[in-house]
Protein backbone atom coordinates (compact mmCIF):
# COMPACT_ATOMS: atom_id res chain seq x y z
CA UNK A 1 0.00 0.00 0.00
CA UNK A 2 1.41 3.55 -0.69
CA UNK A 3 2.35 5.99 1.98
CA UNK A 4 -0.62 8.45 1.97
CA UNK A 5 1.34 12.14 3.01
CA UNK A 6 -2.18 13.37 4.30
CA UNK A 7 -2.50 10.48 6.68
CA UNK A 8 -1.57 11.09 9.89
CA UNK A 9 -2.00 7.27 11.09
CA UNK A 10 0.10 6.03 7.62
CA UNK A 11 2.95 8.82 8.76
CA UNK A 12 3.06 7.52 12.36
CA UNK A 13 3.21 4.12 11.40
CA UNK A 14 6.07 4.54 8.87
CA UNK A 15 8.19 6.68 11.88
CA UNK A 16 7.40 3.84 14.51
CA UNK A 17 9.30 1.64 12.01
CA UNK A 18 11.94 3.90 11.71
CA UNK A 19 12.44 4.57 15.52
CA UNK A 20 12.08 0.88 16.03
CA UNK A 21 14.71 0.33 13.15
CA UNK A 22 17.34 2.79 15.33
CA UNK A 23 16.67 1.59 18.43
CA UNK A 24 17.43 -1.85 17.16
CA UNK A 25 20.66 -0.97 15.43
CA UNK A 26 21.93 1.26 18.53
CA UNK A 27 20.87 -1.45 21.21
CA UNK A 28 22.88 -4.03 18.71
CA UNK A 29 26.02 -2.06 18.69
CA UNK A 30 25.73 -1.82 22.28
CA UNK A 31 25.47 -5.70 22.70
CA UNK A 32 27.97 -6.53 20.01
CA UNK A 33 30.33 -4.56 21.67
CA UNK A 34 29.78 -6.20 24.99
CA UNK A 35 30.41 -9.62 23.11
CA UNK A 36 26.79 -10.78 23.52
CA UNK A 37 26.17 -10.90 19.52
CA UNK A 38 28.31 -13.29 17.79
CA UNK A 39 30.49 -12.87 14.48
CA UNK A 40 30.06 -9.43 12.88
CA UNK A 41 27.70 -6.93 12.65
CA UNK A 42 26.30 -4.35 10.29
CA UNK A 43 24.44 -1.95 11.59
CA UNK A 44 21.69 0.61 9.17
CA UNK A 45 21.98 3.81 11.19
CA UNK A 46 21.25 6.47 8.95
CA UNK A 47 19.88 4.73 6.27
CA UNK A 48 16.37 3.67 7.98
CA UNK A 49 13.93 5.23 5.12
CA UNK A 50 15.11 3.56 2.43
CA UNK A 51 13.51 0.64 3.88
CA UNK A 52 10.65 1.96 5.50
CA UNK A 53 9.66 4.10 2.42
CA UNK A 54 10.32 1.12 -0.07
CA UNK A 55 8.44 -1.23 1.85
CA UNK A 56 5.86 0.97 2.46
CA UNK A 57 4.87 0.53 -1.32
CA UNK A 58 5.15 -3.34 -0.69
CA UNK A 59 2.46 -6.30 0.01
CA UNK A 60 3.39 -9.11 2.54
CA UNK A 61 3.44 -11.28 -0.08
CA UNK A 62 5.95 -9.12 -2.13
CA UNK A 63 9.59 -10.48 -1.60
CA UNK A 64 12.68 -8.96 -0.80
CA UNK A 65 16.17 -9.26 -1.37
CA UNK A 66 18.20 -8.09 1.24
CA UNK A 67 22.47 -7.25 1.84
CA UNK A 68 24.48 -7.80 4.46
CA UNK A 69 23.40 -4.84 6.13
CA UNK A 70 19.52 -6.25 6.46
CA UNK A 71 18.20 -5.94 9.99
CA UNK A 72 15.94 -2.40 8.65
CA UNK A 73 14.81 -4.34 5.89
CA UNK A 74 13.93 -7.22 7.43
CA UNK A 75 12.31 -4.81 10.40
CA UNK A 76 10.59 -2.98 7.38
CA UNK A 77 8.90 -5.72 5.91
CA UNK A 78 7.19 -6.40 9.43
CA UNK A 79 9.85 -8.87 10.42
CA UNK A 80 9.05 -9.30 14.54
CA UNK A 81 11.77 -7.89 16.21
CA UNK A 82 12.31 -10.51 19.05
CA UNK A 83 13.11 -13.79 16.25
CA UNK A 84 15.44 -10.91 14.84
CA UNK A 85 17.29 -10.11 18.18
CA UNK A 86 17.22 -13.88 18.56
CA UNK A 87 18.63 -15.00 15.38
CA UNK A 88 21.69 -11.64 15.86
CA UNK A 89 22.48 -14.13 19.11
CA UNK A 90 22.32 -17.66 17.27
CA UNK A 91 19.25 -18.26 19.32
CA UNK A 92 16.73 -21.49 18.53
CA UNK A 93 13.95 -18.67 18.33
CA UNK A 94 15.57 -16.97 15.97
CA UNK A 95 13.95 -16.34 12.64
CA UNK A 96 16.29 -18.75 11.03
CA UNK A 97 16.19 -21.21 14.14
CA UNK A 98 20.07 -19.46 15.01
CA UNK A 99 21.55 -20.77 11.72
CA UNK A 100 21.76 -17.77 10.12
CA UNK A 101 22.91 -14.94 12.09
CA UNK A 102 23.17 -10.94 11.10
CA UNK A 103 23.97 -11.69 8.08
CA UNK A 104 21.72 -14.24 6.93
CA UNK A 105 18.20 -13.28 8.49
CA UNK A 106 15.33 -14.69 6.22
CA UNK A 107 11.66 -14.91 6.86
CA UNK A 108 9.88 -16.44 4.03
CA UNK A 109 6.53 -15.65 6.20
CA UNK A 110 7.05 -12.09 6.12
CA UNK A 111 8.48 -12.17 2.26
CA UNK A 112 12.27 -11.92 3.08
CA UNK A 113 14.23 -14.15 1.04
CA UNK A 114 17.15 -13.53 2.70
CA UNK A 115 20.22 -11.15 3.75
CA UNK A 116 23.73 -11.96 1.98
CA UNK A 117 27.29 -12.48 2.92
CA UNK A 118 28.22 -11.66 -0.94
CA UNK A 119 27.92 -8.25 -2.35
CA UNK A 120 24.98 -8.03 -4.87
CA UNK A 121 24.41 -11.24 -5.10
CA UNK A 122 20.74 -10.91 -3.87
CA UNK A 123 20.71 -9.33 -7.35
CA UNK A 124 20.37 -12.90 -8.99
CA UNK A 125 18.33 -14.31 -6.06
CA UNK A 126 15.76 -11.37 -7.47
CA UNK A 127 15.85 -12.36 -10.37
CA UNK A 128 15.19 -16.13 -9.74
CA UNK A 129 12.15 -15.03 -7.25
CA UNK A 130 10.65 -12.95 -9.95
CA UNK A 131 11.02 -15.92 -12.78
CA UNK A 132 9.07 -17.83 -10.20
CA UNK A 133 6.18 -14.55 -9.89
CA UNK A 134 5.64 -15.04 -13.84
CA UNK A 135 5.43 -18.98 -13.81
CA UNK A 136 2.67 -18.80 -11.27
CA UNK A 137 1.21 -15.83 -13.00
CA UNK A 138 1.20 -13.72 -10.11
CA UNK A 139 1.24 -10.35 -9.92
CA UNK A 140 3.95 -10.35 -6.49
CA UNK A 141 7.25 -8.21 -6.92
CA UNK A 142 10.61 -8.80 -5.76
CA UNK A 143 12.94 -5.66 -4.61
CA UNK A 144 16.50 -5.91 -4.50
CA UNK A 145 18.01 -4.00 -1.82
CA UNK A 146 22.03 -3.66 -2.78
CA UNK A 147 24.82 -0.80 -2.49
CA UNK A 148 26.85 1.38 -4.08
CA UNK A 149 29.61 -1.41 -3.75
CA UNK A 150 27.04 -3.64 -5.64
CA UNK A 151 26.52 -1.60 -8.24
CA UNK A 152 29.35 -2.24 -9.88
CA UNK A 153 29.40 -5.97 -9.69
CA UNK A 154 28.67 -8.24 -12.86
CA UNK A 155 26.14 -9.95 -11.18
CA UNK A 156 23.73 -6.58 -10.94
CA UNK A 157 24.46 -6.05 -14.40
CA UNK A 158 23.23 -9.57 -15.85
CA UNK A 159 20.57 -9.68 -13.57
CA UNK A 160 19.19 -5.87 -14.49
CA UNK A 161 19.75 -7.08 -18.16
CA UNK A 162 17.74 -10.35 -17.65
CA UNK A 163 14.96 -8.64 -15.73
CA UNK A 164 14.64 -6.28 -18.44
CA UNK A 165 14.77 -8.53 -21.83
CA UNK A 166 12.05 -10.39 -20.17
CA UNK A 167 10.22 -7.61 -17.77
CA UNK A 168 10.42 -8.99 -14.91
CA UNK A 169 9.24 -7.35 -11.68
CA UNK A 170 12.01 -6.82 -9.95
CA UNK A 171 12.62 -2.90 -8.72
CA UNK A 172 16.55 -2.22 -7.86
CA UNK A 173 17.08 -0.28 -5.14
CA UNK A 174 20.59 0.97 -4.61
CA UNK A 175 21.20 2.38 -1.31
CA UNK A 176 24.38 4.96 -1.91
CA UNK A 177 26.14 5.43 1.65
CA UNK A 178 28.68 7.05 -0.07
CA UNK A 179 31.20 3.63 0.96
CA UNK A 180 31.99 0.07 -0.38
CA UNK A 181 33.49 -1.20 3.27
CA UNK A 182 36.71 1.60 3.45
CA UNK A 183 36.40 3.02 -0.28
CA UNK A 184 34.45 6.52 -1.21
CA UNK A 185 32.03 5.93 -3.95
CA UNK A 186 34.17 8.44 -6.05
CA UNK A 187 37.61 5.85 -6.49
CA UNK A 188 35.32 3.25 -7.72
CA UNK A 189 32.60 4.50 -10.00
CA UNK A 190 32.78 6.46 -13.12
CA UNK A 191 29.58 7.97 -12.84
CA UNK A 192 28.41 10.55 -10.31
CA UNK A 193 24.88 9.75 -10.93
CA UNK A 194 24.53 6.17 -10.56
CA UNK A 195 20.46 5.89 -11.47
CA UNK A 196 22.67 6.86 -15.11
CA UNK A 197 23.12 2.97 -15.18
CA UNK A 198 19.72 2.34 -15.61
CA UNK A 199 20.17 3.76 -19.24
CA UNK A 200 22.21 1.11 -20.71
CA UNK A 201 19.34 -1.34 -19.83
CA UNK A 202 16.73 0.64 -21.34
CA UNK A 203 14.68 0.68 -17.59
CA UNK A 204 13.69 3.58 -15.88
CA UNK A 205 16.02 4.77 -13.36
CA UNK A 206 15.98 7.67 -11.16
CA UNK A 207 18.24 8.83 -7.89
CA UNK A 208 16.25 10.72 -5.15
CA UNK A 209 17.16 11.50 -1.68
CA UNK A 210 17.36 7.96 0.59
CA UNK A 211 16.70 10.51 3.50
CA UNK A 212 13.55 11.46 2.55
CA UNK A 213 11.20 9.53 3.50
CA UNK A 214 8.07 10.83 1.19
CA UNK A 215 10.40 10.95 -1.61
CA UNK A 216 11.43 7.16 -1.17
CA UNK A 217 8.16 6.31 -0.63
CA UNK A 218 6.81 7.79 -3.97
CA UNK A 219 9.75 6.37 -6.22
CA UNK A 220 8.71 2.98 -4.56
CA UNK A 221 5.01 3.23 -5.57
CA UNK A 222 5.63 4.31 -9.09
CA UNK A 223 8.25 1.70 -9.83
CA UNK A 224 5.95 -1.58 -7.30
CA UNK A 225 2.72 -0.32 -9.89
CA UNK A 226 4.85 -0.13 -12.99
CA UNK A 227 6.03 -3.88 -11.99
CA UNK A 228 3.36 -5.15 -10.92
CA UNK A 229 1.49 -4.10 -14.19
CA UNK A 230 3.53 -5.86 -16.48
CA UNK A 231 6.16 -2.84 -17.22
CA UNK A 232 9.42 -4.38 -16.04
CA UNK A 233 11.83 -3.65 -13.50
CA UNK A 234 13.13 -0.13 -12.09
CA UNK A 235 16.16 0.94 -10.97
CA UNK A 236 16.19 3.84 -7.93
CA UNK A 237 19.59 4.88 -6.62
CA UNK A 238 18.61 6.73 -3.14
CA UNK A 239 21.59 8.79 -1.78
CA UNK A 240 22.35 8.30 1.48
CA UNK A 241 25.46 8.24 4.27
CA UNK A 242 26.21 5.50 6.46
CA UNK A 243 26.45 6.88 9.83
CA UNK A 244 28.12 3.96 11.61
CA UNK A 245 31.32 2.51 10.61
CA UNK A 246 30.91 -0.96 7.80
CA UNK A 247 31.10 -2.83 10.93
CA UNK A 248 30.67 -2.29 14.80
CA UNK A 249 34.11 -1.98 15.43
CA UNK A 250 35.50 -0.31 12.44
CA UNK A 251 38.23 2.50 13.31
CA UNK A 252 36.93 4.53 9.80
CA UNK A 253 40.30 6.23 9.68
CA UNK A 254 38.81 6.46 5.95
CA UNK A 255 36.76 9.54 6.93
CA UNK A 256 36.77 12.60 8.98
CA UNK A 257 35.29 12.92 11.89
CA UNK A 258 33.89 16.15 10.55
CA UNK A 259 31.98 14.34 7.42
CA UNK A 260 30.49 12.21 9.84
CA UNK A 261 29.00 15.56 11.64
CA UNK A 262 27.85 16.99 9.08
CA UNK A 263 26.09 13.83 7.85
CA UNK A 264 24.45 13.72 11.03
CA UNK A 265 22.64 17.15 10.38
CA UNK A 266 20.87 15.24 7.45
CA UNK A 267 19.51 12.51 9.60
CA UNK A 268 16.70 10.89 8.27
CA UNK A 269 14.65 10.11 11.04
CA UNK A 270 15.32 13.99 12.51
CA UNK A 271 14.14 14.96 8.99
CA UNK A 272 10.86 13.38 9.31
CA UNK A 273 10.44 14.48 12.61
CA UNK A 274 10.67 17.62 11.90
CA UNK A 275 8.09 17.19 8.52
CA UNK A 276 5.58 15.42 11.18
CA UNK A 277 5.77 18.32 13.41
CA UNK A 278 5.45 20.67 10.33
CA UNK A 279 2.12 19.24 9.65
CA UNK A 280 0.95 19.22 12.98
CA UNK A 281 0.66 15.52 13.45
CA UNK A 282 4.04 15.16 16.35
CA UNK A 283 4.88 17.35 19.26
CA UNK A 284 7.59 16.70 21.74
CA UNK A 285 5.21 14.61 23.74
CA UNK A 286 4.70 12.37 20.90
CA UNK A 287 8.43 11.91 19.75
CA UNK A 288 9.75 11.45 23.20
CA UNK A 289 6.22 8.60 23.61
CA UNK A 290 7.15 7.21 20.10
CA UNK A 291 11.35 6.54 21.10
CA UNK A 292 10.52 5.35 24.41
CA UNK A 293 8.05 2.64 22.67
CA UNK A 294 10.27 1.75 19.74
CA UNK A 295 13.42 1.20 22.57
CA UNK A 296 10.93 -0.73 24.85
CA UNK A 297 10.05 -3.20 22.23
CA UNK A 298 13.52 -3.63 21.28
CA UNK A 299 14.84 -3.84 25.17
CA UNK A 300 11.93 -6.86 25.38
CA UNK A 301 13.36 -8.23 22.02
CA UNK A 302 16.93 -8.42 23.97
CA UNK A 303 15.38 -10.04 27.09
CA UNK A 304 14.07 -12.56 24.51
CA UNK A 305 17.16 -13.73 22.74
CA UNK A 306 18.84 -13.36 26.27
CA UNK A 307 16.59 -16.15 27.69
CA UNK A 308 15.93 -18.13 24.74
CA UNK A 309 18.23 -21.33 24.25
CA UNK A 310 21.13 -21.94 21.90
CA UNK A 311 20.14 -24.73 19.24
CA UNK A 312 21.06 -28.41 20.03
CA UNK A 313 24.55 -28.93 18.49
CA UNK A 314 23.66 -32.25 17.37
CA UNK A 315 20.98 -30.62 15.18
CA UNK A 316 22.91 -28.52 13.35
CA UNK A 317 22.72 -29.78 10.37
CA UNK A 318 18.85 -29.55 10.59
CA UNK A 319 16.79 -27.03 8.64
CA UNK A 320 19.97 -25.96 6.38
CA UNK A 321 19.10 -27.64 3.05
CA UNK A 322 15.17 -27.96 2.41
CA UNK A 323 14.50 -31.98 3.23
CA UNK A 324 12.73 -33.99 0.71
CA UNK A 325 9.27 -34.57 0.63
CA UNK A 326 8.25 -36.70 3.14
CA UNK A 327 11.32 -36.36 5.23
CA UNK A 328 10.60 -35.28 8.35
CA UNK A 329 11.48 -31.52 9.93
C1 LIG B 1 31.63 -10.61 -3.66
C2 LIG B 1 32.16 -9.92 -2.45
N1 LIG B 1 33.25 -9.13 -2.56
C3 LIG B 1 33.73 -8.49 -1.47
C4 LIG B 1 33.14 -8.67 -0.24
C5 LIG B 1 33.66 -7.93 0.99
N2 LIG B 1 32.72 -6.85 1.29
C6 LIG B 1 31.78 -7.00 2.25
S1 LIG B 1 30.79 -5.66 2.36
C7 LIG B 1 31.62 -4.87 1.14
C8 LIG B 1 31.26 -3.49 0.70
C9 LIG B 1 29.88 -3.40 0.21
O1 LIG B 1 29.60 -2.06 -0.07
P1 LIG B 1 28.19 -1.64 -0.54
O2 LIG B 1 27.72 -2.56 -1.60
O3 LIG B 1 28.26 -0.19 -0.88
O4 LIG B 1 27.26 -1.90 0.73
P2 LIG B 1 27.32 -1.15 2.16
O5 LIG B 1 28.25 -1.96 3.03
O6 LIG B 1 27.82 0.20 1.94
O7 LIG B 1 25.92 -1.19 2.66
C10 LIG B 1 32.67 -5.64 0.65
C11 LIG B 1 33.57 -5.23 -0.43
C12 LIG B 1 32.03 -9.53 -0.17
N3 LIG B 1 31.39 -9.74 0.99
N4 LIG B 1 31.54 -10.12 -1.28
MG1 LIG C 1 27.87 1.42 0.28
Do not use: W
Not at 76 to 99: I, Q
Not at 116 to 122: D, Q, S
Not at 185 to 201: E, H, K, M, P
Not at 283 to 308: I, K, M, P
Amino acid sequence: MALDGNNREDLLAAYRTLLQIRAFETTTEDLFLNGRIPGFVHTYIGEEAIAVGVCSALRLDDYIVSTHRGHGHAIAKGVELNGLMAELYGKVTGVCRGRGGSMHVADFSKGVLGANGIVAAGTVIATGAAMSIRHRNSDQVAVCFFGDGGINKGTLHESMNFCATKKLPVIFVCENNQYAQFTSRTRTTSVDDLSQRAIGYGIPGTGINGNDLPAVASAADEAVTRARGGGGPSLIVADTYRIGGHYVGDAQVYRTRSEVEEQLQRDPILHFEAELRAAGFADDALVDAERTAAQALVDDAVAFAETSEFPDPDDAMRYVFTEAEGEAQ
